[in-house]
C-alpha cells in the first residue's frame, strides 16, 4: 500500500526525526511569493538545496557550507549592509530550526533589533527570542533597544518587544521596563491589540518580579478598563488581575462586582460576537477565569 504523506501545506515544517520529514525535505520548494522574503534570493536558494537533499550526508555537508560562508561574513560587520546580516539571521534561524547546533550569530542578533526597519527589528527579536534564554547575558544588551520600542509609539514595535519580555523576560527585565509596559496598558489610546498584549506582558514581568509593580496602586484604573467591549482584551485583563489576587487582594475589593457585572454582560445579556462562541458557550475561558476571580473574596451581601 501507498504511504500518504502529511498535506502540501506543510512541507518543510515538521521536526527532524518525525515521520515523512526526510521525504518533505526532499520536495520542491514553494512557488516564491511577493514580499520581503521574496527578495531574498540567497535563502530562497539555501533552503531548496536543503529540501533537496537525498541523505543526511549531503544535507549536513550543505548545512556545514552555509555556516562556514555565514561565519566568514560575520567576521567583517563593516561590509555587511542590514539586508544582509538580515538574510544570514535567517539562515541561521532555519538551521537552528532543523536541529542543528547554533554557537554564533547571537551579536548579530541583537544588533538588528536596534534597526529602524520593522524587517530587520523583527528577524532580531525573532532571533533573541529562539536563540537566548532567561538569564543569558546577551539579554542585558537588548534591554536598551526593547525599552526604546515601548516608548516609541509605534505599535508594530511595541508588539514586538513586547512579545520578546514573554518570551525570555526575567527579573531584570521587569525592574527595568514593567512601568512603560503599564503606561501602555492603561494609556486609553492604546489600540486593542496592543492592550491584550500589555496585559499579558506585565503578568509575566510581576510573576518574575512582584516588586516591579503595585497592584494595589493601579487597581482601580485597571478595573476601569473591564468597560472595553472586546472580549480578547477583557480575557486578558481578567489574566492579569488573577495574578495580582494571587499575592494579595489589597485594593481589589471592586473586583467581585466587576466580575459579576462581566458575567452578566456575557451569559445573560448575550454581549458577544459568534467569534467567541464555542459549542455554543460564549467565551468559556472569560467565564471561567471570572468565576475564579470570584474565590478570593468573601460572599457579597445580597442586598447589594
Known sequence: ATEVGPSPHLQGRLPRGLPHSRALRGRRAPPRRRGAMATMRGLI???SDIRNCSSKEQEQKRIDKEMANIR???AKPGDLNGYQRKKYVWKILYMFMLGYQVDFGHMESVGLISSPKYSEKMVGYMACSLLLREGDDLLRLIINSIKNDLTSNQDNFMCLAMGAICTVGGREFGETLAQDVQKILLNPMTKVFVRKKAALTLLRLYRKNTECVNPEEIADRVLA???DSNLGVLTSLISLVLGFLQYSTRGWHHAPQRAIGLLTRVVINKEYSNDYLYYGIPSPWLQIRLLRLL??????????
Open 45 to 47: 536558494v539555501f533552503i
Open 295 to 304: 474565590t478570593f473574596f468573601p460572599p457579597l451581601d445580597p442586598a447589594t
Open 225 to 227: 478598563l473591564l468597560d
Open 72 to 74: 566568514a561574513k560575520f
